[in-house]
């Protein structure tokens, strides 16, 4: 069928004429096109590698949250918790459990309580401080590349668009010019090439915008369970083990 046929055709001379955009671009605009690829592929490997750190971190806080609460022997919980390695709020109980046995052997602070729990509350934020800066690693590249990708890319398309009719006023003085006997069909090409690089750009920008802002939403989930259980923690602490 010649439709089909047709059809094929074009499929097939689809990624040849993207390759001819990119190759016969000005070398300014290769290089604006040659920096979002980057960005692009940067982003890519962020999207993926932080949606499976993010999924890991907050299923181990929920093997851990209910290994707390349902066991009652602390030093399987702590065993438990060093299994656990990808969930702050396993790290954040390790981090506790280490002060509070450094001050099980200080005589200095034998009888202060409030001394005793500052300095688990402090351990408690510096261990949540630290997990909250791994969930974020890597995500502002994400925002970054969101905001400055369609910028970058309209930048390339106005210097492409620029040089294009520079190279058509410059063909000579005479009417034989090359230049000015150039037409509609003869610069489209060039146009097209200049618009691609604000077509990657924007291809480089819609991702990371979406991945930015579910990254950020779920990050927010986890940093409120390390609050509460920094609360929880401390009120155990001071019921149990502080006297």
């Known amino acids: 069928m010649p439709e089909l046929s047709s059809l094929a055709v074009g499929a097939g001379e689809a990624p040849a004429d993207i390759w001819t955009l990119f190759v016969q671009a000005h070398w300014i605009v290769k290089g604006v096109m040659g ?56 790290q954040m109980f390790l981090a506790g ?30 261990a949540q401080i630290v997990e909250t800066t791994k969930l974020e690693s890597m995500v502002p590249f994400l925002a970054t590349t969101g905001s400055s990708a369609p910028f970058i890319g309209l930048f390339g398309t106005v210097i492409g668009i620029m040089i294009t009719f520079q190279s058509l006023g410059g063909g000579g003085g005479g009417e034989g010019g090359a230049a000015k006997g150039s037409t509609l069909t003869t610069i489209t090409p060039h146009i097209a090439e200049a618009l691609f690089a604000t077509a990657i ?21 986890l940093r409120s369970e390390m609050d509460n259980f920094e609360s929880d923690y401390l009120n155990i602490i001071k019921r149990h083990f502080l006297h």
């Open 201 to 221: 750009g924007l291809v480089a920008a819609i991702p990371s915008v979406m991945a930015y802002n579910y990254f950020m939403r779920r990050i927010k989930v």
């Open 97 to 126: 459990y280490t002060e509070l046995a450094k001050l099980a052997s200080d005589e200095r602070l034998k009888n202060d309580l409030d001394g005793k729990l500052d300095n688990i509350s402090r351990a408690l934020r510096k």
């Open 35 to 90: 920096l979002l690829l980057g960005m692009f592929l940067i982003g890519v490997y962020i999207i993926i590698y932080k949606t499976l750190y993010i999924r890991r971190a907050a299923r181990e806080s929920a093997q851990f949250s209910e290994s707390f609460w349902r066991s009652r022997d602390i030093e399987q919980i702590y065993k438990h918790a060093q299994i656990l390695a990808n969930s702050p709020v396993s």
